[in-house]
């Protein structure tokens, strides 16, 4: 399907009774999805023939007619456990309260999941 037919097949879906209209619009996600996985691989090899000719050339940023590439050094993060280190606190209040400064909380929305039939 083309991206003009499935955004009408969406369109149509917002008639239908509840359970046809989400039965249609999960068809036209996975149909969505599909075509995306595909450009994403494309991209992908790609993006993967790119880094070959650089590492074979040594380059780290090349600049063409069609646009410009550059690879960062590589880096390292650090993490640490924050079940375990709450643990730790839990039980010393001294250093609970000196890395209480520190401490960073943040909340994430729920996220949807779709999935084919089987």
Partial sequence: MTTDELKQALSNAVEQAPDATIA??????????????????????????????????GDTAIATQAGKVSITAASTSVSYDAKAIDILLRD????????????????????MRITGAK
Avoid at 41 to 56: G, R
């Fill in 24 to 57: 249609d619009a999960i068809t036209v996600y996975l149909a969505a999805k599909s075509m995306m996985d595909a450009y994403s691989a494309i991209a992908d090899d790609a993006k993967k023939l790119i880094a070959d000719v650089m590492a074979e050339t």
């Fill in 92 to 111: 010393d209040p001294d250093l609970a309260m000196r890395l209480a400064p520190y401490r960073k909380e943040s909340q994430r929305a729920g996220t």
